[in-house]
Nanobody
């Protein structure tokens, strides 16, 4: 059984930081990737960032470039999202995703709420 469990969300002030974690169990994604998506109130789900597991290549949405950093721990089968300089518009439920092929995400976590107050 594949499970993705997010943690690290919370309530922060604008300009603050959070680090999200996503622990995968049941299998590894060494031939694929893991990433983060988010859904803000009244908005559709949008891509935030992802990482190719094998070589660590990363991608970011324009809205978070320079502020967010994605990384992974091979031994722990875990991906992280370091979020700095948070803005109110970053408020959303953040979802972890994983797939056996890069950018094809078949597995999803339950989400963790991030709320940024001005």
């Amino acid at each position: 059984q594949v499970q993705l469990v997010e943690s690290g969300g919370g309530l922060v002030q604008a300009g603050g930081s959070l680090r999200l974690s996503c622990a995968a169990s049941g299998r590894t994604f060494s031939s694929g990737g893991m990433g983060w998506f988010r859904q803000a109130p009244g908005k559709g789900r949008e891509f935030v960032s992802d990482i190719k597991w094998s070589d660590g290549n990363t991608r970011y949405a324009d809205s978070v470039k320079g502020r967010f950093t994605i990384s992974r721990d091979n031994a722990k089968n875990t991906v992280y999202l370091q979020m700095n300089s948070l803005k109110p518009e970053d408020t959303a439920v953040y979802y972890c995703a994983a797939g056996t092929s890069y950018a094809l995400y078949a597995y999803w976590g339950q989400g963790t709420q991030v709320t940024v107050c001005s």
